[in-house]
């Protein structure tokens, strides 16, 4: 009877063990000012300056010195042993205008995103499907008998 009580405890140990190795585990990375915080600016009177002080300074910025505060923020899921998964995703853009006085405000979501898939770019070694094998055996008679006596 102790055997077997040792062995339900190690059992139900192990099951505990399992159920939390296999817990869901979620990460945020990055930032996104709140509704309030959003509220706090005024399309048409705020600027650059006064959106980084009351909301803080922007995760990435436009491409030109003239483009927009992007605020991004996304959640990753990680059960067990499998890859991480992006379940929530949200950006906030930040539209300025010439002057530098705020335009526009958006909010996207992981619904609204598409993956982009970037191209690869390899450079062309010019061994077209040729073995290291024959590319050895084809230099044998490439090489001159005077270039080693030099």
Request: glycine content about 10%.
């Amino acid at each position: 009877m102790d055997r077997s009580m040792k062995l339900l405890k190690a059992s139900a140990l192990f099951l505990c063990l399992l159920a939390a190795a296999c817990t869901a585990q979620y990460r945020n990375h990055g930032y996104v000012p709140s509704e309030d915080d959003l509220a706090e600016i005024i399309v048409g009177v705020d600027t650059r300056d006064s959106v980084a002080e009351s909301i803080g300074t922007p995760t990435a910025g436009g491409v030109l010195n003239e483009g927009g505060y992007y605020y991004v923020r996304s959640q990753f899921k990680t059960v067990g042993p499998f890859r991480p998964e992006e379940v929530d995703r949200q950006l906030v853009a930040v539209s300025f205008d010439q002057n530098g006085v705020v335009s526009n405000i958006e909010r996207f979501g992981l619904e609204d995103g598409r993956v982009v898939r970037l191209s690869r770019r390899v450079t062309d070694n010019g061994l077209n499907n040729i073995s290291f094998l024959r590319q050895l055996l084809g230099n044998l008679g490439n090489f001159d008998a005077g270039s080693l006596l030099n």
